[in-house]
């Protein structure tokens, strides 16, 4: 079946710098990209989505990027904080599909 | 902001039990989910329901069960508990038209069977 899958499944960064997690996608229909937050002991939350109508979309200290040629995903945090340590989650759809289908994650830590 | 409250953090149970996980959101969405969420497996869905009393399997249903009796109201069941079904349960909603699309999640089950 189709997958979703992360490139790392840990990254470590230093305060301040910048973020970048990857994700790739085999689903050549995938026409709806979302990436969430997994707080420890917390449920995810929603950080930014993207249609396959766009190569690009920013939110607060946030930016998705997708390219389709090569079925790639990537978020980037700007200025990563402590409080952006988490697990991330990469997911995809199309209209084929009922549900999310979602990567098995990408841990986050921000070294002080 | 949309409330999705699951009733137990933690919960322990025994081989064979038959466990009730409940969810209850505030938003009146149509569309209800039950995930599992394992190590290195991600998410992974076993039931939705995207009216009440409809229901849809998801990719792993095996050894679960779901009701939807109300709209705010969505519950887990498992039938007779194997210790394999040890796992963290995610319930999330969204609203009508969108099952493949945004979800909101609550903070999670983590159940373990022993």
């Known amino acids: 079946g189709e997958s979703v899958g992360l490139h790392l499944p840990t990254l470590s960064v230093q305060e301040g710098d910048n973020s970048i997690i990857n994700c790739a996608y085999s689903n050549s229909a995938s026409d709806y990209f979302i990436w969430y937050k997994q707080e420890s002991g917390k449920g995810p939350q929603f950080i930014i989505d993207i249609r396959s109508n766009m190569d690009k979309r920013q939110g607060q200290r946030v930016t998705v990027l997708l390219n389709k040629t090569v079925k790639h995903l990537s978020l980037q945090i700007a200025a990563t904080q402590p409080g952006d340590s988490a697990v991330y989650f990469c997911?995809?759809?199309?209209?084929?599909?009922?549900?999310?289908?979602f990567g098995s994650g990408t841990r986050l830590q921000v070294q002080p | 902001d949309v409330k999705v409250t699951q009733s137990s953090r933690y919960l322990v149970k025994r081989t064979g039990e038959k466990v009730f996980l409940e969810c209850v959101q505030d938003?009146?969405?149509?569309?209800m989910f039950w995930y599992r969420q394992d190590p290195g497996l991600g998410l992974r869905l076993i039931y939705f329901s995207y009216d009440v009393k409809m229901k849809e399997k998801g990719d792993i249903p095996e050894g679960y069960s779901v009701s939807r009796e109300k709209k705010e109201r969505f519950s887990l069941i498992l039938e007779s508990a194997s210790t394999n079904q040890t796992s963290m349960y995610l319930c999330?909603?969204?609203?009508?038209?969108?099952?493949?699309?945004?979800?909101?999640f609550g903070s999670g089950t983590q159940l373990s069977v022993l």
């Open positions: 997911a995809e759809s199309d209209t084929g599909r009922r549900a999310l289908t």
């Open positions: 938003m009146d969405h149509e569309n």
């Open positions: 999330a909603s969204s609203p009508w038209g969108s099952t493949n699309e945004k979800l909101f």
